[in-house]
């Protein structure tokens, strides 16, 4: 199987960071015997881009051209971090922070210019863009990286976007029913006063019962939620049981709460982003 890796490059000599669209290895197992990948890089600050590579064993890419480039007013100025949703029917949606002509965060939406194409080359940006913009008391300089979104029992798609509010991390929780319109909860999903700015957040359900991993979209009795979050130079993560009907997410321990401060690595580790693999059914970060 080739999975692929969509993502952001950095710095002058093309430096891979912040791999952000690994879910599309699921979409490439119908076509192609491998697996899709994508940082975001950039050459200098208004370039920053997604970069795209492909590969049979997660250990060995090969680099393709950019799927997703400056362009547009809405992301001239970079088209930084954001994730991978596979929508029913098994097509893939990015979700990307634009950094737009006035230098402020917006996010954006991508999809496939040609879905037989089995390694995803082009990629199309929506003629609805900007999707989410920072109104409401958001900062527009700490409002990004759209996590992959899940689907509920309503049918309505959710998503969040790191930010800061008076001073405070948090998550912003966003709804659709058509991926394309969306609309900005009347509450985050969760918030700290203990943290800044979340950056390159992810939110995905974990079993209590079983070992596999789950797709971002299983909700139960059985399940629970971990939310990690970027700041302070490190990914702390925390756990807690999510209400689907209401929206609410309810923590075990909060983060810089515990004497233990879960991170996911104690060494030099920021940004990350993990997705789920149907095929051995497995969360890979």
């Known amino acids: 199987m080739a999975r692929s890796s969509l993502g952001k490059w950095s710095s002058v000599a093309d430096e891979p960071a ?9 979409v490439l197992q119908r076509n192609l015997p491998s697996t899709l990948s994508s940082q975001s890089t950039w050459c200098c600050m208004g370039d920053i881009s997604w970069g795209h590579s492909i590969s049979y064993d ?3 890419w090969v680099h393709l051209d950019y799927a997703i480039y400056p362009s547009e007013p809405y992301d001239i100025n970079g088209c930084w971090s954001g994730s991978v949703t596979i929508l029913s029917g098994g097509n893939p949606a990015i979700l990307y922070t634009g950094n737009n002509f006035e230098n402020n965060q917006v996010q954006n939406l991508a999809v496939p210019r040609n879905l037989s194409d089995p390694c995803l080359r082009e990629w199309v940006k929506s003629p609805y863009n900007p999707l989410m ?3 409401g008391g958001i900062d527009p300089k700490q409002y990004g990286d759209p996590t992959v979104a899940w689907l509920g029992p309503d049918k309505v798609w959710r998503t969040i976007i790191g930010s800061q509010i008076n001073g405070h991390g948090t998550a912003l929780l966003y709804r659709s029913k ?7 909860g009347e509450n985050p999903l969760h918030f700290s006063n203990k943290t800044g700015m979340w950056e390159c ?3 995905y359900p974990v079993s209590m019962s ?8 299983v909700q139960g009795r059985c399940t629970k939620h971990v939310l990690k979050a970027s700041f302070r130079d490190h990914d702390y993560y925390i756990i807690g049981k999510y209400d689907v009907q209401t929206d609410k997410y309810i923590v075990d321990f909060d983060f ?3 004497g233990e401060q879960l991170r996911y690595d104690y060494g030099i580790f920021y940004a990350s982003k993990t997705f789920y693999d149907s095929a051995k059914k497995r969360q890979i970060l």
């Open 18 to 26: 912040d791999p952000n669209g690994e879910d599309l290895a699921n």
């Open 58 to 60: 997660l250990v060995n």
């Open 133 to 135: 913009t920072p109104v």
């Open 178 to 184: 058509t991926f394309s319109n969306w609309t900005r």
């Open 201 to 203: 957040p992810d939110y």
């Open 210 to 217: 079983v070992k596999n991993g789950l797709d971002t979209s």
């Open 256 to 258: 810089m709460d515990s």
